[in-house]
């Protein structure tokens, strides 16, 4: 397993490289950290899952996504990854997308040990991370620095790893392309969140906001994000 691999990517969305890995049709999915459920809606439509539970932490988000009323397949829930209110061996893989790293160091090693109890033997767990790499995360960086819990929630991984929870079946490493026609967009989607307390002064907002204009032209600003895919397996 490794943190990064500047050789190795390929342009790809999360959800198609998903679906090169891993058949989740007929599965019942457990999603940890479904944000505004956007890969929820790529896990049913796009990759079949049967059942797909969705967990956030976050209670205004969560909130949000209790009005979605065209995802009949999904049951959203609230809670966090380190406590999942489900039985032992109840689904046929776990999904984090960008998401682990958002759990407290301290619990990461706890959240994956409950994700290797709610599986079933020989399902799989994919995680979806963000590289700390390039001129995106460049940017990114300015708003909300995460290097060290990037650092720490692969760690956690490569720890269940060598301690015999998981197998790691495959690693992929993508670039995400990603587009935002204005700064009003970019601010909305990365500044104006509710799961994490940006301490942004006016300057640091400025700092930002210069940043990304320079990536704008007429047709709007546009980037590659760097990702790295973990697929792995509880053993039977």
Not at 8 to 36: F, K, Q
Not at 190 to 195: D, G, I, K, Y
Not at 201 to 226: I, N, S
Request: glycine share 4%; hydrophobic share 45%.
């Amino acid at each position: 397993m490794k943190l990064n691999a500047p050789d190795e990517y390929r342009t790809a969305t999360e959800s198609d490289a998903v679906a090169d890995l891993v058949d989740i049709r007929r599965a019942r999915v457990l999603e940890l950290g479904c944000g505004a459920a956007w890969t929820t809606r790529a896990l049913v439509e796009q990759l079949g899952a049967a059942e797909v539970v969705a967990t956030e932490v976050d209670a205004v988000q969560h909130a949000k996504n209790l009005t979605i009323e065209d995802l009949p397949r999904v049951q959203f829930r609230l809670g966090g990854a380190e406590a999942i209110d489900a039985a032992d061996a109840s689904f046929d893989a776990v999904f984090m997308f960008k998401s682990l790293h958002h759990v407290p160091v301290e619990l990461m090693d706890q959240a994956l040990t409950e994700i290797h109890r709610v599986l079933q033997p020989g399902g799989t767990a994919c995680f979806s991370e963000p590289v700390y790499w390039g001129e995106f995360n460049a940017l990114m960086s300015l708003i909300n620095d995460e290097q060290q819990v990037r650092e720490a929630a692969f760690a956690a991984l490569r720890r269940a790893v060598e301690a015999g929870l998981f197998l790691c079946e495959a690693e992929r490493f993508i670039q995400v392309p990603g587009s935002y026609p204005d700064w009003d967009a970019f601010a909305a989607r990365f500044l104006e969140v509710t799961h994490t307390e940006l301490d942004l002064d006016e300057q640091r907002r400025a700092e930002v906001r210069a940043a990304f204009e320079r990536h704008l032209t007429p047709a709007g600003a546009h980037f590659l994000k760097p990702h790295r895919i973990d697929l792995l397996r509880k053993p039977h």
